[in-house]
């Protein structure tokens, strides 16, 4: 059971460049989150999803675009890098009210 | 909307010391706590939860329990080791709405010295 799985665990970006981060989860989880993590910011969420074919935005989405085609998979978009998307990005999913959510171990991300 | 507020970090304690991180919230209705950990380099891990009021969650010794009275959930732990050291976020997730989105606090960073 791998749980939550994000790749890549790192990457470099330059400014203007786009790329997917994977989210992939085992455990047919219908909720699916997208969070950065940066210095005294806290998590802040970017987009979720509440099952296949169901997205929307969270508190931070400019800049980032997701799809949920099927319920293991939840890429997030980078349409064109800036350094400000400098961060570290988590996924995470859950199966429901009262059960918490699992996270994935991150994807550390620079943007030059 | 929901909001969770954590003492400001750091927190810094001797090994076996007692330990309390406080955490508050507001919310409408009666939502789920939760209490994450996260390691140095990794994702949040789940530690405890509750789901009603007065419930107490407890895991690998730490504990908190679920006060409406006083909106609170605050984390303790009787003796802290040095592997405790990490970062401790407080959450909720809705009773309704569809989303159950949780709402984190900002986080609050345990140092345990030797």
């Known amino acids: 059971n791998a749980g939550v799985t994000q790749t890549p665990k790192f990457q470099v970006l330059k400014t203007g460049q786009s790329m997917t981060l994977q989210c992939a989860q085992d455990?047919?989880?219908?909720?699916m989150s997208w969070y950065r993590q940066d210095p005294g910011m806290g998590l802040r969420l970017i987009h979720y999803s509440v099952g296949a074919g169901i997205t929307d935005q969270g508190e931070v989405p400019n800049g980032y675009n997701v799809s949920r085609s099927t319920t293991e998979d939840f890429p997030l978009r980078l349409l064109s890098a800036a350094p400000s998307q400098t961060s570290v990005y988590f996924c995470a999913s859950s199966t429901g009210v009262g059960y918490g959510y699992t996270f994935g171990s991150g994807t550390r991300l620079t943007v030059v | 909307g929901d909001s969770v507020t954590q003492m400001e970090g750091p927190v810094t304690l001797s090994e076996e010391a007692f330990l309390t991180i406080n955490c508050t919230y507001t919310a409408t209705g009666y939502p789920s706590l939760f209490w994450y950990v996260q390691y140095p380099g990794e994702g949040l891990q789940l530690l405890l939860k509750a789901t009603k009021a007065d419930d107490k969650g407890s895991n690998k010794g730490f504990e908190a329990t679920y006060r409406k009275e006083t909106t609170s959930f605050h984390l303790e732990k009787g003796s802290v080791q040095v592997s405790d050291s990490a970062v401790y976020f407080c959450?909720?997730?809705?009773?309704?709405?569809?989303?159950?989105?949780?709402?984190f606090g900002r986080g609050t960073s345990l140092i345990v010295h030797p």
């Open positions: 959450a909720l997730s809705p009773a309704s709405g569809g989303s159950y989105i949780p709402t």
């Open positions: 455990m047919n989880h219908e909720y």
